[in-house]
């Protein structure tokens, strides 16, 4: 009986490993880089772990949302848009505002975000134009609205905020608590819905085959906006986190551009596939960490950090070859 | 309860898709308490039926009734919360979740859908293996089991017991048998007829979208016993094949006269025509077992199978798609090495794929359908042949397209698409061609449109293989037939002789009696 | 039975005049854009009566020659069902390159700024068609990869002028003809012919229509897609490296963020002229008349003053209305 039992649940164990090589592969990458950073440098403790930890929570969290509208069969190119004008709103909004009315406007915008984000998702069911092209569009459109209500880098939030983001009112230093449990929290979440819920299922299920899930009786409409909703909250949580780490706001159309682009790359090196329908939330989490470590440790074996891109791609670029080719060479041998 | 209202009808069902019509004016009405049958040829609108009961799709015009009460499905939820339970022919399972997360997502008890898996003997299914991951007919019980526990009033399966194994099939039927005594309804769509007099009480038969026949064997008098086998049984087979095949049989027949012009006439054993293509020993990952035959120049030479025994997978094979695993093709006695389909088409030897998505550019216009293969090799990339209009409209007018929709093929006819897709290989040349069901959901005039055309063809030299699903076509077009079960040749038999009763006989891998 | 040249249910139906407007519309999209067009001009001239004049029409076609060669190479790609996210990287490190080897000659500045697009165009298209990386994903770890290498390489081998050689700068921003045709647009004018031969009249253009439709079939019917592929994303990048140097003859001096803001109007305006991101359906004709109009837009928005907030909001909701019209009526017809 026992070892029924134990066969049962190490078969289990073993599924779960095969069916999540990839997601554990880069939380195992993610390790080893840690590790092998902790040996690079001489002092390595809560100051390093802050200073990942915080540094990666804006693209950790535009990771998050756009892997859940990846897994929904969709990509969204406004999600660093998004970013641009939460942070632009948050700046304008939060300065010179008591904590309370700062933590009033973050989970405003959160919301807000994620309806107008989902009305975006609607518009795409809709109208039939390719999410690529939808998001590429409303991208400007957010783009924009950020830059006309923030012109010019400024405006501030208080400091308790940045202590939620960062572990520090200055922004500088302080515990590594709050940005690991910042970064944590959202991410279970968001895969715990993913995983265990009824509307999370049904966006693995439009993802994975988006007839299948119709005849079985599932609102594909309502799945997908349900994906660019959950990503429109996350992009917004991404430009609270920026406001709350730089203290400030900044509208550059460019840092948009490169946050959504950055959120592409850690999406697929954490496993989630583009066609939709696989991968884990969890690894986009650790690919994105991955990325933004990539800096401090090529400064640490004294490569110049402009290097770090170049890594990046070829890193990127490398793990698909090798993924397309284990796929070609799989397909001749069926 | 009263059997004057049915459960489940139609009234003047129509459907097009684009130009082609699927249904006309289609009644159908299924009874409490009885398993009714919907048959007819590939192509009669079965399916179609079935999806709109479903509320997959919606009718064009006429209704849907549950009970009387006219029914608007907008998706294929609104049909469940009437109690009408689909199995859809491929499975409506999300691949990359597991079986439980699939049982989640349609909100059902996994107590009541285990129920169901013992009854058809699968209580050791691992509810946690993905479904990506599992064997087609396992995928097919657990869609039925799904359905029966949400506790549908009416059941529609769609060639259920095709993929299913023998004992399996025996549990549907004793399924429906209990569906019938506890008065609810079921109506099954089959290929296979001796299901539907062992187990039917009654059989509406579609050709060509329209509603031909009603089979309707004294009700009364066994739905009253409460007897456990179906009414059918005293109807003949024969007259339901008639019913389903009706004119075309006697069409095809009567048109023999003119055309084709030229009557498989070869007698195949003391034909010394040259061998244009040839395998030994074909071998591929169980799904082709030694399968070895030669095919000489002006022959047509029939394959016949029943649904999934490896004839997809020989075809993907003799076209270059795929690399036997043990084996040899050869072409005009050279053994080739084809890595790429583009490899076996510089060898003349060229496919027409049964499926038209593989083929067509559906967005693009006829001629540039028809130029394709012109330019397969980089040299002939920066020119367009002077001659590439002619021959696109020697093409169109041998086979007679219709171009009104010639801009974009989508639009086209199934008959004038399946055209377009052999009108490639006329535009490009070829000497070898392998022809995968050309005439699959096609109107009869186009059939024989093609049947002319591939006896021109075999006439003019080229060596024809043809795989199809109509047994009648064989004694039509072919000089020769082989039969494919299992992934092995089984038979072969002179196309002239061969009826369908023994071309079916030994598809199923049974013994023709002499 | 006439070959008519209408579809089969519009010949049916007695079609209204706004549908049959519509089918027309659908079918030649030019037409629309071309309308579209005029009146972008005529309310520019309206807000800027200077506007309507040669040298308005001059700094337009000026703006609107490097974005319509770039966005030639994303109608190529798209034609095929890919994309090409690395194209301005292409392009500001062709102009990189081409300013460095100024002191050389043009000619020979021109033809390794060229090499610049043929290495990369290349080893794009063996990740997309050999090693079958997403064509989005590729291009971006490219991108990524050119940024880099410029950065570091600015600081070491390509050390020294980021200064255009005069002959690059006349071809860039110099205009002729009494300084009422500029040159680039002559070279785009050269480059559009070239392009709208290639996928109307050769071969070549056949199959990346046909590969973009339905790459199964072009694969059953003989053809070796990834050779097509490969020539796409090389084509592609001979584009961007054309591109990059005009714009960088313009400006004159170059820097690594000389052509960044083109990249996501250069798909715009292949969308906007009705090129279809998942392929097949599409031209060059059309990407001309989008890269004028994102380019007219620019300018009257410009003259209007509205700053670059407003332009943001008005470029995105061009692009989604014309996006949305588009899917309206190919669904319709």
């Given at each position: 009986?026992?070892?029924?039992?134990?066969?049962?649940?190490?078969?289990?164990?073993?599924?779960?490993?095969?069916?999540?090589?990839?997601?554990?592969?880069?939380?195992?990458?993610?390790?080893?880089?840690?590790?092998?950073?902790?040996?690079?440098?001489?002092?390595?403790?809560?100051?390093?772990?802050?200073?990942?930890?915080?540094?990666?929570?804006?693209?950790?969290?535009?990771?998050?949302?756009?892997?859940?509208?990846?897994?929904?069969?969709?990509?969204?190119?406004?999600?660093?848009?998004?970013?641009?004008?939460?942070?632009?709103?948050?700046?304008?909004?939060?300065?010179?505002?008591?904590?309370?009315?700062?933590l009033f406007i973050a989970i405003f915008l959160i919301a807000g975000l994620g309806?107008?984000?989902?009305?975006?998702?609607?518009?795409?069911?809709?109208?039939?134009?390719?999410?690529?092209?939808?998001?590429?569009?409303?991208?400007?459109?957010?783009?924009?609205?950020?830059?006309?209500?923030?012109?010019?880098?400024?405006?501030?939030?208080?400091?308790?905020?940045?202590?939620?983001?960062?572990?520090?009112?200055?922004?500088?230093?302080?515990?590594?608590?709050?940005?690991?449990?910042?970064?944590?929290?959202?991410?279970?979440?968001?895969?715990?819905?993913?995983?265990?819920?009824?509307?999370?299922?049904?966006?693995?299920?439009?993802?994975?085959?988006?007839?299948?899930?119709?005849?079985?009786?599932?609102?594909?409409?309502?799945?997908?906006?349900?994906?660019?909703?959950?990503?429109?909250?996350?992009?917004?949580?991404?430009?609270?986190?920026?406001?709350?780490?730089?203290?400030?706001?900044?509208?550059?159309?460019?840092?948009?551009?490169?946050?959504?682009?950055?959120?592409?790359?850690?999406?697929?090196?954490?496993?989630?596939?583009?066609?939709?329908?696989?991968?884990?939330?969890?690894?986009?989490?650790?690919?994105?960490?991955?990325?933004?470590?990539?800096?401090?440790?090529?400064?640490?074996?004294?490569?110049?950090?402009?290097?770090?891109?170049?890594?990046?791609?070829?890193?990127?670029?490398?793990?698909?070859?090798?993924g397309g080719l284990v796929t070609l060479l799989r397909e001749r041998s069926a | 309860?009263?059997?004057?209202?049915?459960?489940?009808?139609?009234?003047?069902?129509?459907?097009?898709?684009?130009?082609?019509?699927?249904?006309?004016?289609?009644?159908?009405?299924?009874?409490?308490?009885?398993?009714?049958?919907?048959?007819?040829?590939?192509?009669?609108?079965?399916?179609?039926?079935?999806?709109?009961?479903?509320?997959?799709?919606?009718?064009?015009?006429?209704?849907?009734?549950?009970?009387?009460?006219?029914?608007?499905?907008?998706?294929?939820?609104?049909?469940?919360?009437?109690?009408?339970?689909?199995?859809?022919?491929?499975?409506?399972?999300?691949?990359?979740?597991?079986?439980?997360?699939?049982?989640?997502?349609?909100?059902?008890?996994?107590?009541?859908?285990?129920?169901?898996?013992?009854?058809?003997?699968?209580?050791?299914?691992?509810?946690?293996?993905?479904?990506?991951?599992?064997?087609?007919?396992?995928?097919?019980?657990?869609?039925?089991?799904?359905?029966?526990?949400?506790?549908?009033?009416?059941?529609?399966?769609?060639?259920?017991?095709?993929?299913?194994?023998?004992?399996?099939?025996?549990?549907?039927?004793?399924?429906?048998?209990?569906?019938?005594?506890?008065?609810?309804?079921?109506?099954?769509?089959?290929?296979?007829?001796?299901?539907?007099?062992?187990?039917?009480?009654?059989?509406?038969?579609?050709?060509?979208?329209?509603?031909?026949?009603?089979?309707?064997?004294?009700?009364?008098?066994?739905?009253?016993?409460?007897?456990?086998?179906?009414?059918?049984?005293?109807?003949?087979?024969?007259?339901?094949?008639?019913?389903?095949?009706?004119?075309?049989?006697?069409?095809?027949?009567?048109?023999?006269?003119?055309?084709?012009?030229?009557?498989?006439?070869?007698?195949?054993?003391?034909?010394?025509?040259?061998?244009?293509?040839?395998?030994?020993?074909?071998?591929?990952?169980?799904?082709?077992?030694?399968?070895?035959?030669?095919?000489?120049?002006?022959?047509?030479?029939?394959?016949?199978?029943?649904?999934?025994?490896?004839?997809?997978?020989?075809?993907?094979?003799?076209?270059?798609?795929?690399?036997?695993?043990?084996?040899?093709?050869?072409?005009?006695?050279?053994?080739?090495?084809?890595?790429?389909?583009?490899?076996?088409?510089?060898?003349?030897?060229?496919?027409?794929?049964?499926?038209?998505?593989?083929?067509?550019?559906?967005?693009?216009?006829?001629?540039?359908?028809?130029?394709?293969?012109?330019?397969?090799?980089?040299?002939?990339?920066?020119?367009?042949?002077?001659?590439?209009?002619?021959?696109?409209?020697?093409?169109?007018?041998?086979?007679?397209?219709?171009?009104?929709?010639?801009?974009?093929?989508?639009?086209?006819?199934?008959?004038?698409?399946?055209?377009?897709?052999?009108?490639?290989?006329?535009?490009?040349?070829?000497?070898?061609?392998?022809?995968?069901?050309?005439?699959?959901?096609?109107?009869?005039?186009?059939?024989?449109?093609?049947?002319?055309?591939?006896?021109?063809?075999?006439?003019?030299?080229?060596?024809?293989?043809?795989?199809?699903?109509?047994?009648?076509?064989?004694?039509?077009?072919?000089?020769?037939?082989?039969?494919?079960?299992?992934?092995?040749?089984?038979?072969?038999?002179?196309?002239?002789?061969?009826?369908?009763?023994?071309?079916?006989?030994?598809?199923?891998?049974?013994?023709?009696?002499? | 039975?006439?070959?008519?040249?209408?579809?089969?249910?519009?010949?049916?139906?007695?079609?209204?005049?706004?549908?049959?407007?519509?089918?027309?519309?659908?079918?030649?999209?030019?037409?629309?854009?071309?309308?579209i067009l005029a009146i972008l001009v005529l309310v520019t001239g309206f807000v800027?009566?200077?506007?309507?004049?040669?040298?308005?029409?001059?700094?337009?076609?000026?703006?609107?020659?490097?974005?319509?060669?770039?966005?030639?190479?994303?109608?190529?790609?798209?034609?095929?069902?890919?994309?090409?996210?690395?194209?301005?990287?292409?392009?500001?490190?062709?102009?990189?390159?081409?300013?460095?080897?100024?002191?050389?000659?043009?000619?020979?500045?021109?033809?390794?700024?060229?090499?610049?697009?043929?290495?990369?165009?290349?080893?794009?298209?063996?990740?997309?068609?050999?090693?079958?990386?997403?064509?989005?994903?590729?291009?971006?770890?490219?991108?990524?990869?050119?940024?880099?290498?410029?950065?570091?390489?600015?600081?070491?081998?390509?050390?020294?002028?980021?200064?255009?050689?005069?002959?690059?700068?006349?071809?860039?921003?110099?205009?002729?003809?009494?300084?009422?045709?500029?040159?680039?647009?002559?070279?785009?004018?050269?480059?559009?012919?070239?392009?709208?031969?290639?996928?109307?009249?050769?071969?070549?253009?056949?199959?990346?229509?046909?590969?973009?439709?339905?790459?199964?079939?072009?694969?059953?019917?003989?053809?070796?897609?990834?050779?097509?592929?490969?020539?796409?994303?090389?084509?592609?990048?001979?584009?961007?490296?054309?591109?990059?140097?005009?714009?960088?003859?313009?400006?004159?001096?170059?820097?690594?963020?000389?052509?960044?803001?083109?990249?996501?109007?250069?798909?715009?305006?292949?969308?906007?002229?009705?090129?279809?991101?998942?392929?097949?359906?599409?031209?060059?004709?059309?990407?001309?008349?989008?890269?004028?109009?994102?380019?007219?837009?620019?300018?009257?928005?410009?003259?209007?003053?509205?700053?670059?907030?407003?332009?943001?909001?008005?470029?995105?909701?061009?692009?989604?209305?014309?996006?949305?019209?588009?899917?309206?009526?190919?669904?319709?017809?």
């Amino acid at each position: 009986m026992m070892t029924a039992v134990r066969s049962a649940s190490t078969a289990v164990w073993r599924a779960g490993l095969t069916r999540n090589t990839w997601t554990l592969g880069v939380w195992l990458l993610l390790s080893a880089l840690l590790i092998w950073y902790a040996t690079l440098i001489p002092v390595f403790g809560q100051f390093q772990i802050t200073s990942i930890s915080k540094n990666s929570l804006p693209l950790v969290y535009l990771a998050i949302g756009q892997a859940i509208i990846v897994i929904a069969g969709g990509i969204d190119l406004s999600l660093g848009a998004l970013l641009l004008l939460t942070n632009a709103l948050a700046a304008r909004l939060m300065d010179d505002q008591p904590f309370a009315m700062v933590l009033f406007i973050a989970i405003f915008l959160i919301a807000g975000l994620g309806i107008l984000n989902a009305l975006v998702g609607y518009i795409i069911s809709v109208s039939g134009v390719p999410d690529i092209v939808v998001t590429l569009a409303t991208g400007y459109i957010w783009s924009g609205f950020a830059l006309w209500i923030l012109p010019s880098p400024g405006g501030g939030t208080a400091p308790e905020f940045r202590w939620l983001f960062t572990g520090a009112q200055s922004g500088i230093g302080g515990t590594y608590i709050m940005p690991i449990l910042m970064m944590a929290a959202p991410a279970i979440l968001v895969f715990l819905l993913s995983r265990h819920t009824r509307i999370g299922l049904s966006i693995y299920a439009i993802g994975s085959d988006s007839i299948a899930a119709r005849l079985a009786g599932l609102d594909v409409r309502r799945a997908k906006v349900s994906s660019y909703a959950i990503g429109g909250a996350m992009a917004a949580l991404a430009g609270l986190a920026t406001v709350a780490l730089t203290g400030t706001g900044d509208p550059r159309f460019s840092v948009g551009a490169n946050a959504t682009l950055n959120s592409v790359a850690a999406v697929v090196l954490g496993g989630v596939a583009l066609v939709g329908g696989t991968g884990l939330v969890l690894g986009a989490v650790a690919a994105g960490v991955i990325l933004i470590m990539l800096n401090p440790i090529l400064s640490a074996v004294g490569i110049d950090p402009n290097n770090a891109q170049i890594i990046q791609g070829l890193l990127i670029a490398g793990v698909m070859m090798v993924g397309g080719l284990v796929t070609l060479l799989r397909e001749r041998s069926a | 309860m009263s059997k004057s209202q049915p459960l489940l009808a139609t009234d003047k069902v129509a459907k097009s898709y684009g130009p082609v019509v699927a249904l006309r004016e289609v009644e159908f009405a299924v009874r409490r308490g009885e398993v009714h049958a919907l048959l007819g040829a590939n192509g009669a609108g079965k399916s179609t039926l079935v999806k709109i009961l479903a509320g997959v799709h919606p009718a064009d015009a006429g209704v849907v009734q549950v009970e009387g009460q006219a029914m608007q499905f907008h998706d294929p939820v609104d049909a469940m919360a009437v109690g009408i339970g689909t199995v859809f022919q491929d499975p409506a399972l999300i691949p990359d979740l597991t079986v439980g997360q699939n049982l989640q997502l349609s909100e059902i008890e996994e107590s009541d859908f285990t129920s169901w898996l013992e009854w058809f003997d699968l209580q050791d299914l691992d509810l946690d293996a993905l479904v990506r991951e599992l064997p087609l007919e396992t995928l097919r019980v657990v869609d039925l089991a799904r359905a029966l526990a949400r506790d549908p009033q009416v059941l529609l399966l769609d060639e259920i017991t095709a993929a299913l194994t023998a004992d399996q099939a025996e549990r549907v039927f004793a399924l429906l048998n209990e569906w019938r005594k506890q008065d609810r309804a079921a109506v099954l769509i089959t290929h296979r007829l001796a299901e539907v007099r062992r187990i039917c009480d009654r059989a509406t038969i579609l050709r060509d979208g329209r509603n031909v026949a009603l089979f309707e064997p004294n009700s009364a008098a066994s739905a009253a016993s409460g007897a456990s086998t179906g009414t059918m049984q005293d109807i003949d087979e024969h007259e339901l094949v008639e019913a389903m095949l009706g004119a075309d049989v006697s069409e095809l027949e009567e048109s023999d006269e003119p055309q084709p012009t030229s009557q498989p006439q070869s007698d195949p054993s003391t034909s010394s025509q040259e061998v244009a293509f040839a395998v030994q020993g074909l071998n591929s990952g169980g799904l082709v077992r030694d399968i070895s035959f030669d095919l000489r120049r002006g022959e047509i030479l029939g394959l016949v199978a029943l649904e999934g025994q490896g004839q997809e997978r020989l075809f993907s094979l003799l076209s270059g798609d795929r690399q036997p695993s043990e084996g040899n093709i050869l072409v005009a006695g050279s053994q080739r090495r084809w890595r790429a389909p583009s490899d076996a088409v510089a060898d003349g030897v060229v496919l027409i794929p049964g499926d038209r998505l593989l083929t067509l550019l559906p967005n693009l216009s006829v001629r540039q359908n028809l130029v394709v293969p012109l330019f397969s090799r980089i040299r002939q990339w920066l020119r367009i042949p002077a001659d590439e209009r002619q021959r696109v409209m020697n093409a169109i007018d041998r086979l007679s397209i219709d171009t009104r929709a010639a801009s974009q093929v989508r639009r086209l006819s199934g008959g004038n698409q399946q055209k377009v897709a052999i009108g490639r290989w006329l535009v490009a040349g070829f000497r070898t061609l392998l022809c995968f069901d050309p005439t699959r959901g096609i109107d009869v005039q186009t059939k024989l449109e093609i049947y002319t055309l591939l006896r021109e063809l075999a006439a003019g030299g080229a060596a024809i293989l043809l795989y199809t699903s109509e047994l009648a076509e064989i004694q039509l077009v072919c000089d020769r037939v082989l039969i494919m079960h299992d992934g092995r040749i089984v038979d072969e038999q002179n196309a002239a002789h061969a009826t369908e009763a023994s071309l079916l006989t030994a598809a199923h891998g049974l013994e023709v009696p002499v | 039975m006439s070959h008519s040249p209408l579809p089969a249910q519009a010949a049916a139906e007695p079609a209204g005049l706004a549908a049959r407007a519509a089918a027309r519309i659908a079918e030649h999209p030019t037409i629309a854009l071309t309308g579209i067009l005029a009146i972008l001009v005529l309310v520019t001239g309206f807000v800027e009566p200077n506007y309507l004049s040669v040298s308005g029409a001059r700094n337009t076609l000026l703006q609107a020659a490097p974005l319509g060669i770039l966005a030639g190479a994303q109608t190529i790609l798209m034609l095929t069902g890919g994309i090409d996210l690395s194209v301005t990287m292409i392009a500001t490190g062709s102009a990189y390159v081409a300013a460095n080897q100024s002191p050389e000659g043009a000619a020979i500045a021109i033809l390794l700024g060229i090499v610049v697009g043929l290495v990369v165009g290349s080893a794009n298209g063996v990740g997309v068609s050999v090693f079958r990386v997403n064509p989005l994903i590729m291009t971006l770890a490219m991108s990524g990869i050119l940024l880099g290498l410029f950065t570091a390489w600015a600081q070491t081998i390509l050390q020294g002028s980021t200064q255009m050689g005069p002959f690059i700068k006349l071809i860039g921003g110099g205009s002729f003809f009494g300084n009422r045709i500029p040159y680039s647009v002559v070279v785009w004018a050269l480059i559009a012919g070239g392009l709208i031969w290639l996928l109307r009249r050769t071969g070549w253009g056949r199959l990346i229509y046909a590969i973009g439709d339905n790459e199964i079939a072009v694969r059953l019917a003989g053809v070796r897609v990834w050779q097509v592929r490969i020539t796409a994303y090389i084509v592609a990048g001979v584009l961007g490296s054309i591109s990059g140097i005009l714009l960088g003859g313009r400006t004159g001096a170059v820097d690594l963020q000389l052509a960044n803001a083109f990249l996501l109007p250069s798909v715009a305006a292949a969308v906007i002229g009705g090129t279809s991101i998942f392929g097949g359906v599409g031209g060059y004709a059309g990407t001309i008349l989008g890269a004028l109009i994102l380019s007219v837009l620019n300018s009257m928005l410009t003259f209007l003053n509205v700053g670059q907030a407003i332009q943001q909001v008005v470029y995105g909701t061009i692009v989604l209305a014309l996006a949305w019209g588009y899917a309206g009526l190919t669904r319709r017809a």
